[in-house]
């Protein structure tokens, strides 16, 4: 039985397609799509204000930003993608503006750094390498 019933989507193997003797491999249309979303998704989070980031960043406290920061960069290092460079700017832009609030949000934070550490594990674990990339 190979109907998508018995074998949903999610349960396929995203992998690369096969291609003809001699050529490389590409990625299926799949993963193309899997490595776009997370890396807009990601883009999205930047913390400036007028992107998703931006709103959430409101409610976490100094302690809470570095701790976003520090996640960014390790982020940014262990997996190569540029954009998590962007969100730890951001983040640093973040931590000298006034609107610190006075009662931390840790769970505010822990969702935030658990959301770009999820999406970080989409973009390496997908075939294919962010865009620009050879």
């Given amino acids: ?20 003797r001699g050529q490389p491999a590409r990625p299926s249309m ?11 998704n990601v883009l999205n989070l930047i913390p400036v204000w007028i992107l998703d980031g931006g709103q959430a960043v409101l409610v976490l406290n100094k302690m809470e930003r570095v701790a976003l920061l520090t ?10 993608e540029n954009v998590f460079f962007l969100v730890a700017a951001g983040a640093t832009w973040r931590l000298f503006t006034k609107d610190v609030p006075t009662k931390p949000s840790f769970a505010i934070a822990a969702y935030y750094i658990g959301v770009l550490t999820a999406l970080g594990m989409v973009l390496r674990l997908l075939p294919g390498r962010g865009f620009g990339a050879p």
Avoid at 1 to 20: G, I, K
Avoid at 30 to 40: E, F, M, T
């Fill in 30 to 40: 799949d993963a193309i799509l899997g490595v776009a979303g997370a890396w807009l």
């Fill in 71 to 80: 996640a960014c960069l390790a982020l940014w290092l262990f997996l190569g």
């Fill in 1 to 20: 039985m190979h109907s998508l019933v018995a074998r949903p989507w999610c349960a396929r193997r995203v992998n690369y397609r096969e291609s003809p």
